[in-house]
């Protein structure tokens, strides 16, 4: 299956509006056939040393959960394998992750 | 190509280290001269018998048969841009001048593109903004090279300063160059350190940003300020120019800059340059690269991420060719088409 444009336009779009609470947003960069999802951040969250962070517990989970989406690539910022099993360790307890997808979705379809 | 990756050499230079092009009203130019060979015969790697013989004379002025044999013949290499240094303190004609990069993109248009160079400190503004309108318009120049860290402050400038830079870049657009490239950090010799940090870049890319800002040898010492820039301004690339040469010496320094590259800035903004020919000929850099990998402690401990095939091929070629509007499968028949005189061609990767 794979992803629709709109549903990634408005994830991007919701994820956005959220990361403006940091002065920075979310650009969509490209969508491939096989559902790679590419983005990259903008405002002052470009260059910033906690993109990682961002991407772990927002940008990534919630673009996932987009039906069709296979991967989500953040150009610009790329972490270890184990630095981001230890981000998803620490960050499981507090089910960040589940909260903003719920969110993202929630803004998006109020969006639609 | 190596390991069937395409790669484009960002930066070589045809050098004048002979002592006829030594300036003589300059009582600091032999030395500065001998210096800089000295520097870079601890850097340059062994692998090209004929430069590793002591009597090759490097105090030469590069010509076009000899570079193309180290580049191309002796190398994996597929194309480059031969870059003129306008450092004019120690060296009549600079230190690499334009004739001798121009008479090397001249003689192999399919695998080298020139890069001209100015400094407004040499004959003043004006001669430099004519420079840019003859090296582009009649010498065919595609990117222009800035030097503006001198042995003698009077002669260094900044490139946010609007009344010297700006209408060097200015003029460099409206002939069509959309790629700029500057020497930072590495001073040779005592020069103020201030005028080779890449700080000054910040109000160009600012105020450019249909312009592209090249930056060599990762302005180090200036690594961290670099970093940022490059991270921060999408028109902000970074050159490796030569660094693979510490590889050797400090092998754990370069992982470590390449992991932070990799992280903080991305493979998409990272360009291959060999810093041939003074750096010696560029397949053992080429095959250490191929070879370098993230180690687990740095993975774990700084969270680097393990350098894969995809950022090698875009740092080796891809970027490049993205910048200067070069189609690499075109290019791959055009070169394919060329009469065979690089026997690496056909073989892909060679250890030197």
């Keep these: 299956m794979s992803a629709e444009r709109k549903a990634v336009d408005q994830t991007v779009d919701a994820l956005s509006k959220m990361i403006r609470a940091h002065a920075g947003g979310l650009e969509l960069i490209d969508l491939s056939a096989d559902g790679v999802v590419t983005v990259k951040y903008t405002g002052m969250c470009a260059g910033c040393q906690y993109r990682p962070v961002t991407t772990a517990s927002s940008v990534r989970p919630a673009l996932l959960a987009v039906a069709g989406v296979t991967d989500v690539v953040v150009l610009g910022t790329r972490i270890s394998a184990e630095a981001e099993a230890r981000l998803a360790q620490e960050l499981a307890p507090y089910a960040v992750q589940a909260r903003v997808t719920r969110i993202v979705q929630r803004s998006a379809w109020s969006d639609s | 190509m190596i390991d069937d990756i395409f790669v484009f050499d960002n930066v070589i230079h045809l050098y004048d280290m002979s002592t006829p092009n030594i300036r003589r009203d300059r009582a600091d130019a032999a030395p500065a001269r001998d210096r800089i060979l000295a520097y870079v015969n601890k850097l340059r790697w062994p692998g090209v018998p004929r430069h590793d013989d002591p009597d090759f004379e490097w105090a030469r002025r590069w010509e076009?048969?000899?570079?193309?044999?180290?580049?191309?013949?002796?190398?994996?290499?597929?194309?480059?841009?031969?870059?003129?240094?306008?450092?004019?303190?120690?060296?009549?004609?600079?230190?690499?001048?334009?004739?001798?990069?121009?008479?090397?993109?001249?003689a192999h248009p399919q695998r080298v593109m020139f890069c001209g160079g100015v400094d407004p400190m040499y004959r003043g503004l004006n001669d430099a903004l004519d420079q840019i309108d003859f090296q582009v318009g009649t010498l065919g120049a595609k990117s222009l090279k800035f030097y503006n860290g001198h042995a003698k402050i009077a002669d260094c400038w900044r490139c946010d300063d609007e009344r010297i830079a700006y209408p060097l870049f200015e003029r460099a657009r409206n002939t069509g160059i959309r790629v700029l490239q500057f020497h930072?950090?590495?001073?040779?010799?005592?020069?103020?350190?201030?005028?080779?940090?890449?700080?000054?870049?910040?109000?160009?890319?600012?105020?450019?940003?249909?312009?592209?800002?090249?930056?060599?040898?990762?302005?180090?010492?200036?690594?961290?300020?670099?970093?940022?820039?490059?991270?921060?301004?999408?028109?902000?690339?970074?050159?490796?120019?030569?660094?693979?040469?510490?590889?050797?010496?400090?092998?754990?320094?370069?992982?470590?800059?390449?992991?932070?590259?990799?992280?903080?800035?991305?493979?998409?903004?990272?360009?291959?340059?060999?810093?041939?020919?003074?750096?010696?000929?560029?397949?053992?850099y080429l095959n250490a690269f191929m070879e370098i990998e993230i180690p687990e402690d740095l993975r774990v401990g700084y969270g680097y991420p393990q350098i894969t095939r995809d950022d090698r091929r875009k740092i080796l070629g891809e970027n490049f060719a993205r910048l200067m509007g070069v189609n690499i499968e075109e290019k791959k028949r055009e070169l394919a088409a060329l009469p065979a005189t690089n026997p690496h061609a056909a073989a892909g990767a060679v250890k030197a």
């Design chain 2, 184 to 284: 930072k950090g590495n001073p040779y010799g005592l020069q103020n350190m201030e005028y080779l940090s890449p700080i000054d870049l910040q109000g160009p890319a600012r105020d450019f940003p249909d312009m592209n800002f090249v930056v060599h040898h990762l302005a180090l010492p200036y690594f961290e300020e670099m970093l940022s820039i490059a991270a921060r301004f999408p028109n902000v690339y970074l050159s490796l120019a030569g660094y693979m040469t510490f590889y050797r010496i400090a092998p754990r320094l370069v992982q470590d800059h390449l992991g932070r590259l990799l992280q903080m800035v991305g493979s998409d903004k990272i360009l291959w340059g060999s810093e041939a020919a003074l750096a010696g000929g560029p397949a053992p």
């Design chain 2, 64 to 106: 076009v048969d000899d570079m193309y044999d180290l580049v191309f013949n002796s190398s994996p290499t597929d194309m480059a841009m031969t870059q003129v240094v306008p450092m004019f303190d120690w060296f009549e004609d600079w230190y690499a001048p334009v004739l001798t990069q121009h008479a090397m993109a001249a």
